[in-house]
């Protein structure tokens, strides 16, 4: 039986080849050419015993190629669906143009098996972005399809080495296999969604990671797990490190919480760290959300004498991005969004597909959550806003679980927090709101289109906490 606990168990790392190596311009996706993305069936080297595992993937790999593009560069990919059911790709946190946006269904209809859909955008902000299908998000990304989008800045930043950090939880029966019987599992939908029992980091079991001593490192950690909440640490004697970037935004360096990086699923944190460590050690890297502490990855220190004896000074704030300046709170359009449903919650009824059903109507639906009392995606969006408006979106969760709120195309803060003013908060794309908790964020609808916001806890989504909004 494979259980998170024989994970703890196991004994020495395999040798990954995790790290893009400096220097940073390495593989760009460049101007003029195409970038070909084929989703389809494949096997992937999950476990640490040598055992495949039967995955969708990109381009044959869990996680798919990283791409890395500049700023503002034109990126094309072409997806070619290699799969038996229609498939589409979203660009997370990519302030994109809405109908590169990947929506199947909203901004575009999905390529059918065989097909191919070209997307041509660009980034208009740097940092770590991350891609995946959004067409049965819930098992096309369970079975592996996802991968990192790198947005460089303008000018490198000062790291020897950079490291991805792609960590998902996967759901295996005990052959080590995607455990495919409790794919649509109302247990999962109506409760935190599928939660995995196998922890990889790039697609590996605790892969270990070459590092040099006295080297600074850059690490883009993004949580792509359908449904867990995923926890980071390590220990502080070992490595130091900075939060320099969240969702990919720019944040004042702050040095790494002694709790560790929570990060819900989709959310992404960029860290700089020192590596403490003499040459010749190895420095664990552990997952914290649970009472266990499971070893995720390990970095190995090279026997290589210290590149420096002394670490650097505090790292300098990564450059900012053009986000709108100013949120104009005052005359801003609020849209309230109650969200409701699920285990052990209240809801009695909602309107589906225009009927109202009751909630044992409902759960045979496979549709056990609603915003504002409706459930699912509407023909119409939920608000539609002059471009240009502040919009503030009042989130109160009255459901006994967390959400991983999830606005597409554009960047928001949380401005009030159980009714009280908060300022100063990061720019994100991701927001965990917990249980019992009201949150509200605002944004500048600047960018114009249908412009999906839902639960990124795949399973919630797919039971019906999904809307959108028309900014026009
Ligand atoms: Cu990461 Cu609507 O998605
Ligand atoms: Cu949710």
Request: hydrophobic residues 40%; aromatic residues 6%.
């Amino acid at each position: 039986m494979i259980t998170r606990r024989r994970l703890l168990a196991t004994g020495t790392a395999s040798v990954a080849t995790a790290t893009t190596a400096w220097p940073w311009r390495e593989a760009l996706a460049g101007n003029d050419h195409w970038i070909d993305l084929t989703a389809a069936p494949d096997k992937a080297p999950l476990l640490e015993d040598g055992g495949e595992t039967s995955v969708w993937a990109y381009n044959g790999k869990t996680p798919g190629p990283t791409l890395r593009v500049r700023r503002g560069e034109t990126i094309r990919v072409r997806l070619h669906n290699g799969l038996e059911q229609p498939t589409s790709i979203h660009w997370h946190g990519i302030r994109i143009d809405n109908a590169m946006d990947g929506v199947s269904g909203l901004t575009q209809d999905p390529a059918p098996p065989g097909g191919t859909f070209d997307y041509v955008f660009s980034a208009p902000d740097s940092g770590s972005f991350w891609y995946h299908p959004h067409h049965r998000s819930w098992e096309q990304m369970a079975r592996g399809l996802y991968g990192l989008l790198i947005v460089e800045e303008d000018a490198p930043v000062m790291v020897e080495r950079e490291i991805e950090f792609v960590a998902d939880d996967w759901r295996l029966n005990d052959q080590g296999q995607i455990d495919e019987a409790s794919f649509g599992s109302m247990m999962d939908w109506s409760h935190q969604g599928r939660l995995g029992n196998w922890l990889t980091v790039n697609g590996l079991t605790e892969p270990a990671i070459p590092v040099r001593s006295g080297e600074r490192l850059r690490l883009r950690c993004v949580n792509v797990a359908n449904a867990r909440t995923l926890a980071f640490d390590f220990d502080r004697d070992q490595l130091s490190a900075w939060v320099v970037a969240l969702d990919g935004q720019p944040i004042v360096p702050t040095e790494l919480a002694s709790d560790g990086l929570r990060l819900a699923p989709a959310q992404r944190a960029d860290l700089i760290v020192d590596v403490l460590e003499p040459p010749g050690g190895s420095i664990p890297i552990y997952e914290v959300s649970t009472r266990e502490r499971i070893q995720a990855a390990i970095l190995m220190v090279s026997a290589t004498a210290p590149l420096r004896q002394v670490p650097p000074p505090a790292p300098d704030p990564l450059p900012a991005n053009p986000l709108p300046q100013k949120l104009s709170l005052h005359d801003a359009q609020v849209i309230p969004l109650l969200m409701e449903g699920g285990a052990m919650g209240g809801m009695r009824e909602a309107r589906y597909q225009g009927a109202m059903l009751d909630i044992g109507d409902l759960v045979a639906t496979g549709k056990v959550w609603a915003f504002n009392g409706i459930v699912g995606r509407t023909a119409d969006p939920l608000a539609r806003i002059p471009l240009g408006r502040t919009v503030v979106i009042d989130m109160i969760n009255d459901t006994a679980w967390p959400h991983a709120m999830h606005l597409h195309g554009h960047h928001f803060r949380v401005v009030e927090r159980g009714g009280k003013t908060v300022t100063g908060t990061p720019w994100r794309d991701t927001e965990l709101v917990e249980r019992g908790k009201r949150v509200s964020i605002a944004f500048v609808a600047d960018n114009p289109g249908k412009w999906l916001f839902h639960c990124h806890m795949l399973e919630h989504q797919a039971a019906g906490m999904i809307a959108w909004i028309e900014v026009a």
